[in-house]
């Protein structure tokens, strides 16, 4: 289920190709009955065209629990009771030609499940879904932070929406300046962020989003980040204040 809703996420972004090696029989299938003589030869060049990856997402979940917590209302004399998550992921990103571990971290994550989802197998599917959405988040938001593409000084246009931004969410904005570079690899470290203003998300469409200025200034290029936070909850969430962006060296 987690493997699942992680393909779903990252192919959602629309910012990565994917690739599925889970159906190659389906592939062989249609390789064979191309190389049966039946079919056109320029259907058959078309085999030649499959992609190789390039990065690997590999990991395992170290540690995972529900907690059901019950307060007393003192007005009401009625109990309620909130259903917490948690969970721990290790992960890395394998570069496959090389072999190289180009990244590796371990998450802590806590989240809450809705009250009207109290079956076993809802709470998995909504454990998954809490733990790729995170994961995701953590990979898109650091390799391609959203940018503003058009800025009429009061409002914004970004040039991402879907499921990654909601109304209502705050982005600090940051211009981009001068190029960095490692003085003893000579690396690249991508560039100088300024920060220049926050914005505040209004209407999210399926791949912009629309936001209003809240303070300072906002210019076209510049990037967004998440205001991160701290959770007050038993785990931390991976968003953690003052922590390095971690695909920065890898990507940039």
């Known amino acids: 289920r987690l493997t699942q809703a992680i393909v779903t996420k990252i192919t959602q972004t629309r910012k990565f190709t994917v690739l599925d090696r889970e159906n190659s029989e389906y592939y062989n299938l249609e390789k064979n009955f191309l190389l049966s003589g039946n079919t056109d030869p320029v259907e058959l060049a078309r085999l030649g065209k499959r992609l190789g990856a390039d990065y690997f997402i590999i990991g395992e979940i170290l540690d995972f629990g529900i907690e059901k917590n019950v307060e007393n209302i003192s007005l009401t004399g009625k109990n309620f009771m909130q259903i917490n998550g948690y969970a721990t ?8 030609p090389t072999q190289q571990i180009k990244w590796s971290d371990t998450i802590d994550i806590s989240f809450n499940i809705p009250q009207n989802k109290k079956r076993a197998e809802s709470i998995v599917a909504i454990s998954c879904d809490k733990i790729a959405q995170i994961l ?32 209502g969410d705050i982005f600090e904005v ?19 962020e300024i920060y220049v203003g926050k914005i505040k998300i209004t209407k999210v469409l399926p791949k912009i989003s629309y936001a209003k200025i809240i303070e300072g200034r906002a210019g076209k290029g510049s990037i967004v980040r998440k205001i991160k936070k701290i959770s007050n909850q038993k785990n931390k969430t991976q968003q953690v204040e003052g922590k ?9």
């Open 89 to 96: 992921v290790n992960y890395r990103i394998l570069n496959i």
């Open 136 to 167: 995701v988040e953590e990979i898109i938001f650091n390799i391609y932070p959203p940018r503003i593409i058009e800025d009429n000084g009061v409002s914004v246009i970004l040039n991402m929406g879907g499921n990654f931004i909601h109304p």
């Open 174 to 192: 940051y211009a981009l300046g001068k190029k960095l570079y490692d003085p003893y690899t000579k690396e690249y470290l991508g560039r100088d």
């Open 244 to 252: 390095d962006s971690m695909f920065d060296a890898m990507f940039r």
